[in-house]
């Protein structure tokens, strides 16, 4: 483990978001929220010779610690796609995760989640009803891969969670990454609103946790 990397934030190549958005389509909606706003999925993975690996099918679960809204819950989602999986830039944002992390995938396999938000002149959409938070793991890693007709959505970044000001807020877009110390930083996602109020809006990231 790196336990001396903090925060980057880097450009993907172009190429990604176009090649990885259609696996957002037919996602699941994610049954612990009552809003009906978020659709996810979710799977586990390790580095077994030059490539990184599904485990079987993966639960998911936060401490109350660190999650006041659905902690100590065992959650399952639908897996993360077998053709998801094997695509190259997958693999890639997997492998740019690690090298910046050295996580031990043997010991502590990488989460992704996959995760579609979306919103209307009705409803907002909410991508971090926690609130300010922390998600229990040594590193965590955003990458955007949609925004159409978002407003909001901002990525924050605090040094503690009853900061009044963010160490660092960005409109994280397509084909951006960032990854971050989630022992040293707090983080929140602001809540997504329609750019144009008579179409519904959609954010599409793959969140990685180790």
Do not use: W
């Not at 936060?62 to 094997?86: A, C, M």
């Not at 407003?151 to 409109?171: E, K, L, Y």
């Amino acid at each position: 483990m790196n336990g001396s990397f903090l925060i980057e934030a880097f450009q993907a190549p172009s190429s990604y978001a176009q090649n990885l958005g259609n696996f957002f389509n037919d996602l699941g909606v994610d049954p612990y929220l009552e809003s009906n706003c978020r659709f996810r999925a979710f799977s586990q993975y390790q580095k077994t010779n030059d490539k990184f690996e599904k485990l079987g099918t993966s639960t998911f679960m936060q401490s109350s610690d660190v999650n006041r809204l659905i902690g100590n819950v065992e959650r399952k989602f639908e897996d993360i796609s077998p053709l998801l999986d094997q695509h190259p830039d997958f693999q890639n944002l997997l492998k740019a995760f690690l090298e910046r992390t050295n996580v031990d995938t043997s010991k502590q396999p990488i989460g992704v989640h996959q995760i579609r938000v979306v919103c209307s002149q009705d409803k907002s959409g909410s991508p971090a009803p926690e609130g300010i938070h922390q998600d229990g793991f040594d590193f965590v890693g955003i990458f955007c891969v949609k925004r159409d007709n978002i407003a909001g959505a901002f990525t924050q970044i605090f040094s503690s969670p009853v900061d009044q000001h963010p160490h660092m807020s960005t409109t994280l877009e397509e084909n951006q990454f960032i990854i971050f110390n989630d022992r040293r930083y707090f983080h929140y996602v602001t809540e997504t609103l329609p750019a144009l109020q008579d179409k519904s809006g959609l954010r599409d990231v793959f969140v990685f946790t180790a």
